[in-house]
């Protein structure tokens, strides 16, 4: 396995366009349009439907919920078969059910029960995709161009989600209500004919399993592994933590911005596209970004913290523009540790494993999402919307503390403690 600093100089690898990784890359901006699209349109609809801070938030905990239930199963059915079909097979189907869904908000019959099923449906399917497509990469780019791969990647998904869907989603409204889900609905196929055109340019499956492996004994094997990796426990344990104040934030965030702030759907999304805004920057930065502080480990504490401390004045300024800004400070802090924590995860898993071993993560790192959107729900609802915010940085700041022995290891050139 690799050391914490490695892939740090990734910027440097020249990473192809053409064949796999552009296709990928296109599959998943599209997507990631389409989501955007949703992403607004949905807290939307749902406050048009309740006033309940508590049953807007159920609908960000019904779309977190199938990683707990869903997630490690996902994880291993990814290693078995081939990723590239089980990704345009989920997306297809994704569609199908988007489309439903945008005919039932034009027939007027969508309610929250509905809303609900539908966040709930969508993750579940999105368990086996999203663990499919981490360890895809690895097949369709080299590993050395990872780093690379992974900001153009998330980059691209929010210049196509933020600069394009996010505006463009109000306007889509205003034509109806069941618009943008529609449009969703056609991003989802889009993304499945081009993830199905790379057939021929990545391995047909992963190495079968032995004849006596079961799928419960594949799970506990990744599990392990994650475990025994000090590195990659740390940061579990440390994005797990900031993900409940994560769930809280975004489970009000729409309260927030139309009722603390007194914004409309433009201000709504304005914020989100500042945000948006900060996390291109933040992808296409990157890498410089990490070179400048010396390496990965010199360069999350200080994006863990000032992520913190913009939470800090989000909850406490209120101003809309302010607001917006701040989020773009986030999104770029934001931005910079997703890239480092996904490359991280893929040097530091065996190829053969790292459906498994990502699918292990994400549940525990996603564990108490459901729960922070809940208690960002009653948070709200008892002591006003901002408070979701700083109950976001109090829990921010304890996950980044939690990797402090971790980084300073790693800064001081000694190799991270690993079990084999």
Known sequence: MTSMGAGSAAGAVTLAWRGGFGRLWTAAAVSRFGDALRGTALPLLAFSLTDSPMLISLVTACGLLPWLFFGLLGGAVADRVDRRRAMWVVDVLRGLLMAGFALAVALGAAGIGLLLALAFALTTFQTLFDNAATALLPAVVPREALSVANARLLTGQEVLGRFVGGPVAPPLIALGAAVPFAADAVTYLVAAALVASLRGTTPARPAAAPAASTLRREIAEGARVLWRDRVLRSFCVSVALGNVGIGALIATLVVMVKGWLGAGDFGYAAVTTGYGIGMVAGGLLAGRVTAAAGGPARTLLPAGLLQTAVLVAFGT????????????????????????????????????????????????????????????????????????????????????????PVLQSADSGQTPHTVP
């Open 317 to 404: 300024l209120r101003s809309l523009w302010v607001a917006a800004a701040l989020l773009g400070l986030f999104g770029f802090a934001s931005m910079v540790w997703n890239v480092l924590e996904t490359t991280l995860l893929q040097q530091r898993s065996p190829a053969a494993m790292l459906g498994r071993i990502s699918a292990a993560f994400r549940t525990v790192s996603l564990a108490g999402t459901p729960l922070g959107a809940l208690l960002g729900g009653a948070a709200a609802a008892a002591w006003g919307a901002n408070v979701p915010a700083l109950l976001a940085a109090a829990l921010l700041g304890l996950g980044v503390v939690t990797l402090i």
